[in-house]
Structures are given as structure tokens and as C-alpha cells.
């Protein structure tokens, strides 16, 4: 959590040199989590813009590695070093290795990665045909305008690079310089990489930022977390924040990050709240007004790259490297948050607890409501709206049937239907009798794979997004079926098959499964949304 970081939370005292009741937060700002800083000096001046900043583990004197566009240095704030005097043409980031002897360094013109030895101090090839651009894994791996490196949480021997014009996570065993390719899908030019967990946040395009998961079985997912592929600049819930064009992300603490969102010379740092889920301000106090982080908020150039460090945020600009030091986590000050409620099918109105305990019958529309926190008179926004989705009590079972002897013509599927019928009809009287209704409506369906036939007998008790899970009715009927014989088989009378065809039960339960009230829609467990049906 927030106030487990080494930044000191607190609700309404602000830092010495602002005064609390001179404090007033931009009215657009309440209800924002809320970064500020209060101390900042000059690191170190360069000589060009900042592509990249990690701490300098391998020189015990030096505080920052950092890469301009064409050289590495290295400064503990009074003398810098120029590690190679080679010039190396638009480095975009870098990492070090495990061993911390050398560094990858990420050249994106010349779409590859060179190796620099700390000791040695000069550059070899390491990955990717410097000059050639492509896309080809294995010993003699191809990349086209990679941007950023980072090592593997799980295994500090490989590395996790970001190739932004092939739309890909490729992966980089730095033993045997074999590489892979992690995810092409549902990503977009790839860019900053930052670990969260054992989870990557990358940001994609500049403009939104997508969280890539590994699950046990070794399949990978990338998912949108906040921002979306429409350029903007709006802060908020991460669903509704937008980015211009984020140059850099970095890590505050285990539940926030930093992200500088630069375009034109402009260039703003976020806030990314993981607790909360928004996007947060970041400002700069000068005197007792709160300066945007802007080139009119202490950046002479705007801010580019990012690097927090032990109780400091270095801010890498045009010409210098800031030190920002003295922070404050604001939480919002108007702590009370939108909420959205769903009507059931049919249903006309629906009442909404709100948050003063009131509970009142809404129909459907948007209602802003007033509540006062601490000496705030706060607004927050009722949603009463038709659900997109539904989670419906639905009877299931598996039988062990050849596929090809049912539900394949005219005849097997109107004598597979009449059994499911007969069976619903068992389920009503049997396991449901007064608690639960089996839908009049929906008709028991089913799909059959190889020996596998799977049949749903759907309720009509439906539930709506958000509503708590019917758990006793749900248990209740969990033992009414155990207790029953219904579902156990299939009597299944097939044309080229006498006596009747048995199918065998080989599990049964009952589940809430959820579905689209469009019903041109289909649901994406994935996704847990509906997508068009095409």
C-alpha cells in the first residue's frame, strides 16, 4: 500500500513550506490521488537529452548510469564520466547484466543490441543485425527499431526486450544469444518496460499502457490498464485516463508508478495508482501554489525519463538531471468514487444504497449526488443503467458419447432435445421444486467434441454486474443434485444403434455462467466483456 512506501501519507498537514489552511487543491483535482515534491536541485547538466537512467551498481562511487542518444555515463552529481567514447547512434534504453559487468545497450536505428563491457569499456555486437531490420528468432535474431530492455524477473539470465516496429516482446537467452519471441498479439509498438510483481507494465505507443501476465501452464496474456489508443490528456479512473505520449515509466512503491507524458516540447509526469486504479496529478510546489509539471513547472525542456532511488525521483530533461526530493502522497479529497448499478432484465427501477447509508429506488439514468467530506462539499455520479452482461444459475453436465451418433442430423438432434427436455423437466420438480426456476425462454443446449457431450439447462434466476453471488442457493442446490439421480445418464435412441444408445455421466454441477443481454454479442471470458458477434 501507498503508506508503506517511504513517503509520509497524510490527509490535510502539507510540508513546511506550504501551509495547510493556504492549501487549495485545482477543483479538477478533488477526488485524484495526488504526488507533490517540494525539494528539487540540479543533478547534473548534460549535454543532450536523457533517453534512459538506472542506478550505477557496478562504480561503488557513482550514483547514476544514465544514456544520452549517442554515449553511457556515469556521475555521482559533481564528476561525470563518459564510460566509452564511442558514439553509438540513438540509444533508446539500456539494463545491466546480473553479473553487473556489463550493459545492454538498446540502439534503435540500427535495430539491435550491443554489449558493453564495464571493464573494458568498449562495445561488441551482441543481438539483432546492427543495420539490418527484420523479424526472425533464434541464433540469428532480427528486430526492427527496438526501444528498451529489461531483465527477467524470474531469471536474471535472460532478457525482455521490447521490439516496437514488429509489434513484439521477444525474449533473449544472454548465455547462448538465442532468442524468442514472447507475444505478437494485442500489443502495439512496444516501448518503456517496467516490472510490476511478476507482471510487465509496457507502454504501448506512447499512449496507453497494457499489463502482460504469465500464468503457470506458460501462456501469456496482455491486457489494457489504463489509457486507451486514442491520443489525450485526462487523469482519473484508468478506463477513462489518456496519454499523449508516454516517453518513460518508473516505479514508486509497490502500488504506484510514474510516467512522464511528453509531446511537443510539453511534458507532464502522472501519477499510476495501482490501489486506487487512476491516473494521479504530480506537482511541483513553489512557495504555496502547486506548478503543473509542465516547461513552466521547473523544466526547462520537459521531462523524459524517469528513475526513482532511494527516496529520490530523478528526472532526466533536456539538458540536466533533476533531483526531486521531499514528497507527499495526497490522497483524494473527495474520497467518494462513481458507482454504476445495473437493472435486471425487465426491470424498471432498482434501489442504490449511497454512500451517506440512504438507500433510495432509481430508474434508469445519471444522477449526481452531494456528500460532504471533511470541510468538502463532494459530488460523486449514480449510474443506473441496463447490464451488458448477466450471470445466470445454469445446471451442467458432461457425458461420454461418440459425437458422430448425435445431434448430426434432423432425427438424433430432435431425439437428443426431447431427452434434455424430459431432463429438464426432472430438474424443475426434483432439484429445483420452489427455490429456482429452469427458463421457459432459453432451451437446453449443448456441444459435443470428440467424446465429450457437454449440455447447460439454464434458470431463470439471473443476476446482474456487481450483485453479490446467490452462495446459500447455490450450496442448497449443490446437494439436492448430489442427492439426485438426474443428469446421471442419457437414454439416447439412435437410428443405427439397438437397444438405445447410453450416454454416461461423467460430471455434473451447477455454475453461474455469465452472457450478453445483446444477444448480437458474445461473451469474452477473456476480455469479461461482450464482443460483436462476427
Known amino acids: 500500500m501507498l503508506n508503506q512506501w517511504y513517503f509520509k501519507v ?13 492549501y487549495i487543491s485545482p477543483p479538477e483535482w478533488r477526488g485524484l490521488s495526488t504526488m507533490s515534491y517540494d525539494d528539487i536541485s540540479s543533478f547534473v547538466r548534460t549535454p543532450s537529452i536523457i533517453t534512459h537512467m538506472e542506478s550505477d551498481r557496478f562504480n561503488r562511487t557513482s550514483i547514476l548510469l544514465y544514456s544520452t542518444k549517442n554515449f553511457l555515463y556515469s556521475s555521482d552529481g559533481c564528476v561525470t564520466d ?65 526501444y528498451a530492455a529489461v531483465l527477467d524477473a524470474k531469471d536474471r539470465d535472460k532478457l525482455i526486450i521490447s521490439d516496437t516496429h514488429n509489434h513484439a516482446l521477444r525474449y533473449v537467452d ?21 516490472w510490476h510483481d511478476m507482471q510487465l507494465l509496457v507502454v504501448n505507443k506512447g499512449r496507453y499502457i497494457s499489463l502482460v501476465s504469465w500464468a503457470y501452464n506458460g501462456s501469456v496474456s496482455n491486457n489494457v490498464l489504463a489509457g ?35 509531446q511537443d516540447d510539453v511534458g507532464k509526469m502522472k501519477l499510476i495508482d495501482m490501489s486506487k486504479q487512476v491516473v494521479g496529478h504530480v506537482c511541483i510546489y513553489e512557495g504555496y501554489s502547486c506548478k503543473r509539471t509542465t516547461t513552466t513547472g521547473g523544466f526547462p525542456y520537459g521531462p523524459r525519463s524517469l528513475l526513482n532511488l532511494e527516496g529520490k525521483l530523478y528526472v532526466g530533461a533536456y539538458s540536466r538531471i533533476f533531483a526531486f526530493s521531499q514528497s507527499q502522497y495526497y490522497p483524494p479529497l473527495c474520497p467518494y468514487e462513481n458507482m454504476t448499478v445495473y437493472l435486471k432484465p425487465g426491470q424498471k427501477e432498482t434501489k442504490v444504497e449511497l454512500v451517506d447509508g440512504n438507500i433510495i429506488s432509481l430508474p ?43 445431434g448430426t442430423d434432423d432425427y438424433s438432434k430432435r431425439v437428443l432435445e426431447t431427452v434434455l427436455n424430459h431432463q429438464k423437466n426432472k430438474l424443475q420438480s426434483i432439484v429445483c421444486e420452489l427455490d429456482c426456476s429452469l427458463s421457459t425462454s432459453i432451451n437446453p443446449y449443448y456441444h459435443c467434441n470428440g467424446r465429450h457431450l457437454t449440455v447447460h439447462w439454464p434458470t431463470d434466476n439471473v443476476y446482474v454486474l456487481g450483485s453479490s453471488e446467490p452462495a446459500v442457493l447455490m450450496d442448497k442446490l449443490r446437494r439436492h443434485l448430489s442427492k439426485s439421480n438426474v443428469m446421471k445418464r442419457l437414454e439416447l435412441f439412435v437410428l443405427s444403434n439397438r437397444p438405445a444408445l447410453i450416454a454416461k455421466e461423467r460430471s455434473r454441477k451447477v455454475e453461474l455462467l455469465t452472457s450478453c443481454m445483446d444477444t448480437r454479442k458474445k461473451y469474452n471470458a477473456r476480455l469479461n466483456n461482450c464482443i460483436s458477434d462476427k
Not at 544472454?174 to 517496467?194: A, E, F, G, N, V
Open 364 to 406: 434508469e439514468g445519471s444522477y449526481v449526488m452531494k456528500k460532504k467530506a471533511m470541510s468538502e462539499i463532494c459530488t460523486y455520479t449514480v449510474n443506473v443503467t441496463k447490464t451488458p452482461l448477466t450471470k445466470r444459475i445454469t445446471f451442467s453436465a458432461e457425458y461420454e458419447v461418440e459425437c458422430s451418433l448425435v
Open 174 to 194: 544472454t548465455t547462448t544469444k538465442m532468442t524468442s519471441t514472447i507475444i505478437r498479439s494485442d500489443i502495439r509498438h512496444p516501448q518503456s518496460l517496467c
Open 82 to 146: 563518459t564510460i566509452v567514447l564511442d558514439a553509438v547512434n540513438s540509444i533508446t534504453g539500456f539494463t545491466q547484466s546480473a553479473s553487473l559487468r556489463y550493459v545492454f545497450v538498446v540502439v534503435q536505428e540500427l535495430h539491435c543490441v550491443k554489449l558493453l563491457s564495464r571493464h573494458e569499456k568498449h562495445y561488441q555486437s551482441f543481438v539483432g543485425k546492427c543495420g539490418s531490420a527484420g523479424f526472425q528468432d533464434g541464433e540469428h535474431a532480427l528486430f526492427n527499431r527496438p
Open 10 to 22: 497524510i490527509l490535510l498537514t502539507i510540508t513546511s513550506c506550504v501551509k495547510a489552511d493556504e
Open 228 to 262: 486507451s489508443k486514442t491520443a489525450g490528456d485526462t487523469f482519473g479512473r484508468f478506463s477513462d485516463a489518456r496519454f499523449r505520449a508516454i516517453s518513460d515509466i518508473a516505479k514508486l512503491g509497490d502500488d504506484a508508478y510514474i510516467v512522464v507524458d511528453y
